[in-house]
């Protein structure tokens, strides 16, 4: 039932759309490369699926187009970076920019950014260390879906971290997760599938179990890596929050359930504790530690042995984080991505709506 | 059944045990404060209960009581310790502290450790940061007990993870977990009991869901934070794996399988890729972001807004990370430490071996 586009046919349009709320030339491309680097990597939700999402946020005036995005804090391993309302697609890989910079003097750069919005998959944003010798790190806060252990609440969005790690001869090891059992984009596959969640992944408005896919159209929540007390939930809930502080507290972002939601007909959160979302960035040199050399062989020794380690039964081998998505990138550069029909749909509205040139089909 | 010791009494006996080896008096005063700091948290898998077992790695020749510790590689925020084979109660104060004099100047400070041992609670070191006002972060690879998402082979430790976040009026937030679904520590403690564990937290040697408490013993694993693949295992195998990565690959220690074990009866791995067990530090200096009082109202804010979220039924409050541990201390102080009889037996055989004057009673 899906169609599937080239690369190239999404990113010709989606550039397109940045280009027509008024982004520059050199933000439409790299807003298009990280928003798209989702589709490529196998993780539909944060891709294209977005687009109208983000063009709304502009239209409701949420995201600038044209954001006056700039350093207000510094030493030499750190800065603040305020994105100036812009779309986090440019800002985040800006900071990320800062990051690896001062890691270059100092050995390692950490920034922390307010004023922000969505920044698509973490995982762009830490990999861009990889190419310098680095080791990159990319979190960020978003809107309130998750409760913690013991609670009914909403209180932390699902609030990912990546980590990019280089390798030699081995492809890098690129962890990119949301501190939640199941990611959101996860549930709204089920949604769209009329099927259920397994028990662990959300909870009712009481607190109860539930495998409803649509709870959380019925004040249900998502529940932290671990999905209860006894399988560590309090370890998932920990994860997100210090994801929410990195990013928002030590940036004067808005945190936990004041942070600004992604759907733009929801309305702003009252008394707002900061501005905008957060994001957080590391870098660190390798040769900060060691020879980049020696570390990068070792790498591919520690990825060598874990691919080597005896596989349970029903299954053939031990992936390596970072795997599939890039599995999925190469098999997508090469038969194309596939769109859900109702994305399709959307993205015909938006055309015509933007006056720019329609999604060609494969 | 269980006797109550006050931490005065755990503590001479301790420091009596750490000299007796041949701690200087600075090693052993400081071993004894990080050691019973588990205790005293109410961590007691990993306090005086593993005094035995570190005094038998040094009768193995596993572990130095008078360690050449030194940095072997530093930039401005970076820096590389070799523990020089020394206890890491001592290695990683030592570390942490060159951390947190990187961050004073360069705003933070990264410092990864090899030819290190077991560390304690994680928590101990991250908290160093907090009266500097810096965050602490710190963690530590293992022996190998936890098996890869769809893997039958024990490759990780339970590599814990600590974050300290320094407030104001309210205490700070300190996570302190393993990147299992259970610490090791607990599952010790169903055996005390004779208890069976609760699905999701061992696999038999054949990768099936075990209850058996005992399965470690026949050849079973841990899982890793999430349990099983739906419920999210793959992300507490990429968390294990990163720190067993910034802990081991970056500063040469063993990794992975080849991490030393604890028990001094196990014998070493073969073909070991580095030196001892490895440790990660991490310490940034919260002005280095934004005003350190800023940051530390805003941090009393998020901590408030949580414990103010909406309790589920059956419980009457949501804990802020770290609350458990810090009610425990508080309690612990006044009411004295329990021990196990077994361990009472095992302190008291040692005494005797080491010709120090046996624990008192309370």
Redesign the interface.
């Known amino acids: 039932m899906e169609n599937r586009y080239s690369y190239q046919q999404l990113f010709a349009f989606t550039q397109s759309a940045f280009l027509a709320i008024g982004c520059s030339a050199e933000h439409a491309l790299l807003a298009t490369e990280v928003l798209l680097s989702a589709d490529l990597r196998g993780i539909d939700s944060h891709g294209i699926a977005r687009l109208v999402g983000y063009v709304r946020l502009w239209e409701a005036g949420r995201i600038k187009a044209n954001p006056d995005i700039r350093i207000v ?1 510094e ?4 800065a ?1 970076v305020d994105g100036g309302g812009g779309l986090g697609l440019v800002v985040a890989p800006f900071a990320m920019r800062v990051a690896i910079e001062k890691a270059r ?4 750069g ?1 920034v ?1 950014v307010r004023n922000t919005n969505h920044f698509g998959i973490a995982g762009y944003h830490a990999m861009m260390a990889l190419q310098e010798d680095m080791i990159g790190m990319a979190m960020t806060n978003a809107s309130a879906l998750v ?7 909403r ?1 932390l969005g699902t609030n990912p971290i990546a ?1 990019a ?1 280089p390798a030699n001869k081995e492809p890098a ?1 690129v ?1 990119d ?6 990611a959101n984009g996860k549930l709204e596959l089920l949604q769209r599938k009329n099927a259920e969640a ?1 028990l ?2 959300v ?1 009712d408005e ?2 109860n179990p539930s495998t409803d896919a649509n709870i959380l159209k019925k004040k249900g929540a998502l529940l932290p ?3 209860d007390r ?3 939930s ?6 997100g ?2 994801v ?2 990195f990013s928002a ?4 972002a808005s ?3 004041w942070a600004p939601p992604f759907p733009a007909y929801v309305p702003m959160p009252e008394n707002m ?2 501005e905008g979302l957060g994001h957080f960035f590391g870098a ?3 040769d ?3 020879p980049a050399d ?2 990068k062989a ?2 591919d ?2 990825i060598g ?2 691919r080597a ?5 029903g ?1 053939d ?3 390596i ?1 970072g795997d599939p998505e890039r599995e999925a990138a190469e098999q997508r550069l090469q038969e194309g991505i596939p769109l859900f029909e109702s994305v399709e749909e959307e993205l015909k509205a938006l055309a015509a709506k933007l006056g720019v040139k329609p999604l060609d089909k494969q």
Do not use: C, N
């Open positions: 804090h030493t030499p391993s750190t603040v003097l100092a050995g390692t950490w922390s409760a913690p252990t013991f609670s009914v609440e209180m980590v790690i090891f962890a997760f949301a501190t939640t059992t199941a397994p662990g992944w909870q009481d607190g890596l671990g999905s006894d399988h560590g309090h370890k998932g809930y920990a994860l929050s210090i929410d502080i507290v030590l940036s004067g945190y936990g359930p504790p900061g660190m040199r390798v900060a530690f060691r020696e570390f070792q790498m020794h520690w042995r874990f380690a005896k596989p349970s039964a299954h081998r031990v992936l984080p």
